[in-house]
């Protein structure tokens, strides 16, 4: 695995344009089951550009409706909440429009049996400088729920290039897929939502590696003050559906995984005052703020899980990517 260092914050068009897939099934071929690649190179790369063409269509007029047949999971909740609250801030659409572009495309495909299949597109974005701390990756995991069923990008991770480990292919070129029941792991992925969570509200099961997306965050929660108004969080596992986690092998007995997690903060304000909304929040505001303002969040991970042998077993955090999806006022 290549040296980790510190994850950035992501901020800008990519918490605000962002945006998997867990059902039984299987496909049968003269009454068994088939191992095959999710999809070929040049099907992933047709992919890849629908889906920029559609999210940069979506973004210039600020409308959802644009791309939302090729969006699902916890990007697509992010990308369909925002674009619904800019296009109420401004109507006419997106004057600042500047078009997305994803180029230098790595395809990761795992070879698996039934439904869903999922690949991952590896690019550079023209939305960083690719020299120095500002290089960044952008990691779009694109889902299959059937064989009728369109591709859906389901979720986006933003990293350093140096953070990614590698992801050993085979000789057909094909990466391995991890089950989400794996035992080994040090953390299972289909666990992963639950113990982030556990971890956020109690500070156990202490198994993710200090940084700013978990022991930052956590403390910063803790020691939230403002005079005259007191703060709750709840945090809540997504872990099936088209939430449900996605892993691939690494190439040192650990898995890359990405997961999704819901987030509410509730902000109480003392007789005579009132929390204050910004514009984004009364964007997707229902109920009057009187009191209280509770602000819900999806939140999509990118983490590394060592495998069980490992010598160092906690699970990091290289991307978090949190989007506001709902706010009530009472």
């Not at 809540?236 to 040192?252: E, H, S, V, W």
Request: proline share 7%; glycine share 8%.
């Amino acid at each position: 695995m290549r040296s980790l260092k510190p994850a950035r914050p992501v901020t800008g068009l990519a918490v605000a344009t962002v945006l998997s897939l867990a059902a039984s099934g299987c496909v049968t071929v003269h009454g068994e089951e088939a191992v095959v690649p999710a999809a070929t190179k040049s099907e992933a790369a047709r992919v890849l550009k629908e889906f920029t063409a559609a999210y940069n269509a979506a973004d210039k007029a600020y409308d959802p409706a644009l791309d939302a047949d090729l969006v699902t999971g916890s990007l697509g909740a992010i990308n369909q909440a925002g674009l619904k609250a800019r296009h109420t801030i401004e109507p006419t659409g997106n004057a600042r429009h500047q078009p997305l572009e994803l180029t230098d495309a790595e395809f990761v495909i795992p070879k698996k049996a039934g439904w869903p299949r999922w690949f991952l597109a590896d690019t550079d974005s023209n939305r960083d400088r690719d020299t120095g701390d500002q290089d960044t990756r952008w990691l779009l995991a694109f889902v299959k729920s059937g064989p009728d069923a369109g591709w859906k990008a389901a979720y986006l991770a933003v990293v350093a290039p140096d953070r990614i480990p590698v992801l050993p292919k085979d000789a057909e070129g094909l990466a391995e897929p991890v089950a989400v029941d794996s035992a080994d792991l040090a953390v299972a992925p289909r666990d992963l939502g639950t113990q982030y969570t556990r971890y956020l509200q109690k500070g156990t099961p202490d198994v993710f590696a200090p940084g700013t997306a978990t022991s930052q965050w956590r403390d910063a929660r803790l020691n939230t003050k403002r005079a005259g108004f007191s703060y709750q969080y709840v945090d809540q596992p997504l872990d099936n559906g088209t939430f449900a986690p996605l892993a691939l092998a690494t190439g040192n007995g650990g898995a890359l995984v990405f997961f999704s997690s819901k987030h509410y903060e509730r902000q109480t304000a003392a007789k005579g005052l009132r929390p204050t909304v910004d514009p984004d929040v009364e964007a997707l505001l229902t109920g009057e703020v009187k009191s209280t303002l509770t602000k819900e969040r999806i939140s999509s991970q990118l983490v590394y899980v060592p495998g069980k042998g490992a010598a160092e077993l906690k699970v990091t955090v290289l991307n978090r990517l949190p989007g506001l999806t709902a706010a009530k006022g009472s």
